[in-house]
């Protein structure tokens, strides 16, 4: 059977019309994929590519001229490129086969490296649907299972008929969230169809849901675009030569508008404000963009014990999450967002799958943009019913820090590097750039003094929370029964000063409390600790 490949494709099924031992016997055989998923693949490696555009960065910078002097020496290149990549998503393609049976999936791929994974429902955390644009007018798209574990035991079925994939979906997420029945003497098949009919009778709910206005402010609040600014650097003298004879051509001089003989001192100030506000805007421009691309049609849902978050511009996405397996919410304002009174909420899951940094995981994250505090705070209660965030944050809840945080920063690490240096400058006579190191120090102990006053924790019978922040303001919020480990961290110092530093570990990741009194420490984690124990409910 393993080396058996039927020849009709799982998304040519017709399942309405096959008995349920027919439908049994044709998911048990290998399936091979329809042949829209050569471009699925080529898109694939392409964006691998350009993932890693970065590594290549140098080579681009170091030849750039000579490819501007003679442009047709790359053709020869691009056109070997285009064929190996076409090769290859063929290959990828021809080798590719997955098969059901009643309870796990298996795919076998790789070119040159074989790989089969053989992954059990009962271990799937996430399931995805995503579209992309190239198959919406045959109706494809891919199933992206995401489990618990390693991110590298995750599966994906692509190019496959999207009321396929959304009939797998409900299937996989019946059979966990069922996982405790009998299910022996039922077919894989019929489960799912009967399943299927349950859901549909329940009515899916919408929580939220993101105007276009809201994702442009999104897009002006998010950082994404100092990324791109970095990735530029090394064409830079060859970008402000280009904008130069542009300008020139429009009859605009730069030597001319910037020169103190010609304009007074105010007349440059405000030329170079306006220059540098149009180009703040044409920045700004491209993050809006981004956002609006990956947050495009956005609403969260919740049918049941499921949230369901649908996106996307050009690629659709749809994640959906059980409630179970939600680890932790966080609330997340960058300095803009505190300005404009605006939230990002994050519900949080496994750590394996956020930590793939690729564009697929980034888009399966459930994250709500730019919503305003109330709506940000009904959406924490649906999730943690009882939760007591906003008192917190409104009454200023929250135990503080120690204060020798400042001090060990500061005094210990700060200062010894500013006496050094402005000593340094000083000796040879440097005093404008002894004066600039100074500012720097006032600025940085400024930042240490900040940073303390965000650090925070709180506990109820409940939840945990805890603020961290610098200009911004994140708050975080985990039932403590959530927990898988906990740290206690003190060294000489802290020891003497009866400090210590907590550590909460969860499967979406860890959050560290430096400097806490040492009672206190000891009290957060003997009743985190007895509570994980006493409740006996599962993490998952």
Known sequence: MDNQTTSVATDNIDTDSLSNADKSQTL??????????????????????????????????????????????????????????SLFAFLSFKVYRYRLTEDNIEIRSGIFSKKHLNLPFSRVQNVKIEQPIYYRLTGHACLQ??????????????????????QLKTRIQNHVHDISLDTENLSADTTGIENDSVDSQKQEVELNQRKLSDLVIHGITSNRIWIFLGGLAPFYDNIFESMGEWLTTLGIDLSDLFSLQTHSLLEVGLAALSLTMLIMFVLVSFSVIGAIISFYGYTLSKLDDKYIRRSGLFTKHEVSMRLSRLQMVVQKQDWLDVLLKRINLKFEQSSSFASNLNTSAASSKIIVPSIKPHECQALINDAYPGNILNTLVSDDGFEAISKRFIWRNIVYVLMPLWLISAGFTLMNDKLMIAALISGLFVVLSGLVVLRWKRWGIAKDENFVYLRKGLIGVDYYCFPTYKLQQTQFQQNFLMKKRQLATVKFILASGSLKVPMLPEKLAYKLIDEGLYQVESTQKSWM
Not at 146 to 156: C, L, P, W, Y
């Open 145 to 166: 299972l995401d489990t618990a574990g390693s991110s590298k035991n995750e599966a994906k079925l692509v190019a496959i008929k999207l009321d396929f994939a959304q």
């Open 28 to 85: 048990d055989d290998w399936q091979v994929l329809s042949p829209v998923a050569i471009l699925y693949f080529a898109v694939s490696v392409f964006k691998h590519l350009l993932g890693n555009f970065i590594y290549l960065i140098p080579a681009f910078a170091f030849s750039y001229k000579s490819v501007l002097e003679h442009p047709y020496i790359w053709l020869p290149a691009i056109l070997v490129a285009f064929g190996l990549l």
